[in-house]
């Protein structure tokens, strides 16, 4: 027995040392890689749009960048830096040549020196921000210019970088730009609702609602999914799981019991707040999900598959499935859903605006509690 557990023991850790060993050898090759690209630097002529041009990039890229700073030095040190993170760069030396480069080329970002001859930041900052509004612009500036480069801001500018920075400082600031970026996109893209099938181990994306093919949705949004056997799997749906957010209890309903469609079946817990789910079908509980109750987490991957609260042994399956939604029904349903939510939160937050308003994932979590249940009792409990 002990040599097996020793072989064991020695199996993990030679698999531990091959995928260190693998990884390392990737992100090695992946580095010298990138060195070729920066090493090649390319001068790319522009003639007129942008003369003084030098393009780095890489495949995959985390994002792509446009700097502009009138001195060489830190425009060395963006591509030096960033390209070797994974980041594909332009630089050019003049304010005129950015705006000219924007207009024919795509970038996630704009890096602009504060203080340049000709056109300055400032006017860098709103031509970009006005010709194209996608783009974030980050302003580089110095200490004794912080002031100016805040009001930037009020043009459009996303933040700013001051110089001198180490590679630590840029990297890390760039990193957090991106991931604001990132985020601020995901809220304000329309949310989309599509059928697909989701494994347990896949987190679904921030963006979008998914219904797994096969999976019939009830008003109340719990899921129901059929076994050949007749026994029916119940579950939090995406909707809810999305709007919610942080979820800290599943008050699971006893072994036994019997249900009958539109009572309550299981309660969702959030902090000292809580709402019930009502049952989508009649029966008797046969089943709990008791991986489910000791790691509440693995919510955060996907509400549906393994992840299911309880199982009903349903008694008129036949005819309560008439009432719930399926495929596209049920993607119809989302969608109506979306806009009487974000119709009904705008109501709660008191917001008055007639312009377009983001759904934020985990919106419910920031609502007090009076908000809280008035949104969860509207929507929930139906």
């Known amino acids: 027995m002990a040599l097996f557990i020793l072989a064991v023991i020695i199996f993990i850790v030679a698999d531990v040392i091959i995928r260190f060993t693998i990884k390392k050898i990737n992100e090695s090759k992946l580095r010298k890689e990138r060195k070729a690209v920066l090493e090649e630097a390319v001068k790319v002529d522009f003639s007129k749009e942008a003369v003084s041009l030098k393009r780095a990039e890489v495949q995959n890229a985390k994002a792509k960048i446009?700097?502009?700073?009138?001195?060489?030095?830190?425009?060395?040190?963006?591509?030096?830096?960033?390209?070797?993170?994974?980041?594909?760069?332009?630089?050019?030396?003049a304010g005129a040549e950015a705006v000219n480069l924007i207009k024919t080329n795509h970038y996630d970002f704009v890096f602009t020196d504060l203080k340049m001859p000709e056109m300055d930041g400032v006017e860098v900052t709103?031509?970009?921000?006005?010709?194209?509004?996608?783009?974030?612009?980050?302003?580089?500036?110095?200490?004794?210019?912080?002031?100016?480069?805040?009001?930037?801001?009020?043009f459009g500018a996303m933040d700013y970088v001051q110089k001198p920075f180490t590679e630590d400082e840029l990297l890390e600031f760039t990193k957090r730009s991106l991931i604001k970026r990132q985020d601020r996109i995901q809220k304000q893209l329309?949310?989309?609702?599509?059928?697909?099938?989701?494994?347990?181990?896949?987190?679904?994306?921030?963006?979008?609602?998914?219904?797994?093919?096969?999976?019939?949705?009830?008003?109340?949004?719990?899921?129901?999914?059929?076994?050949?056997?007749?026994a029916v799997k119940i579950g939090l749906d995406d909707f809810a799981k999305k709007l919610i957010g942080?979820?800290?209890?599943?008050?699971?309903?006893?072994?036994?019991?019997?249900?009958?469609?539109?009572?309550?079946?299981?309660?969702?817990?959030?902090?000292?707040?809580?709402?019930?789910?009502?049952?989508?079908?009649?029966?008797?509980?046969?089943?709990?999900?008791?991986?489910?109750?000791?790691?509440?987490?693995?919510?955060?991957?996907?509400?549906?598959?393994?992840?299911?609260?309880?199982?009903?042994?349903?008694?008129?399956?036949?005819?309560?499935?008439?009432?719930?939604?399926?495929?596209?029904n049920a993607m119809n349903f989302?969608?109506?859903?979306?806009?009487?939510?974000?119709?009904?939160?705008?109501?709660?937050?008191?917001?008055?605006?007639?312009?377009?308003f983001e759904l934020n994932w985990g919106q419910l979590e920031n609502l007090k509690e009076k908000d809280w249940y008035s949104i969860t009792g509207e929507f929930f409990k139906k």
């Not at 010709?131 to 110095?142: F, H, M, S």
């Not at 329309?190 to 093919?213: D, M, N, Q």
């Not at 806009?339 to 312009?355: A, N």
Request: net charge negative.
């Open 66 to 93: 446009l700097c502009v700073d009138d001195e060489d030095v830190i425009l060395d040190s963006f591509r030096k830096i960033l390209v070797l993170d994974g980041y594909s760069v332009d630089t050019v030396s």
């Open 334 to 356: 989302y969608q109506e859903e979306i806009d009487c939510y974000l119709k009904r939160i705008k109501e709660v937050m008191k917001i008055e605006t007639d312009g377009s």
């Open 190 to 230: 329309k949310p989309r609702v599509h059928i697909a099938h989701i494994s347990e181990t896949e987190k679904l994306g921030s963006g979008e609602f998914t219904i797994p093919g096969g999976v019939f949705i009830s008003e109340g949004h719990c899921w129901a999914g059929i076994s050949q056997d007749g």
């Open 126 to 154: 709103k031509v970009v921000k006005n010709l194209r509004p996608d783009i974030d612009v980050i302003i580089i500036t110095g200490y004794a210019t912080v002031e100016t480069a805040v009001e930037c801001m009020k």
């Open 246 to 328: 942080k979820i800290d209890g599943i008050d699971f309903p006893n072994l036994g019991m019997n249900i009958t469609a539109g009572q309550p079946i299981f309660g969702i817990k959030q902090g000292n707040k809580s709402v019930q789910f009502l049952s989508p079908v009649s029966g008797q509980v046969k089943s709990i999900n008791h991986e489910l109750m000791d790691n509440i987490e693995l919510l955060e991957f996907t509400p549906y598959e393994k992840n299911w609260i309880c199982i009903i042994d349903a008694d008129k399956i036949e005819t309560e499935l008439q009432q719930l939604k399926i495929g596209k």
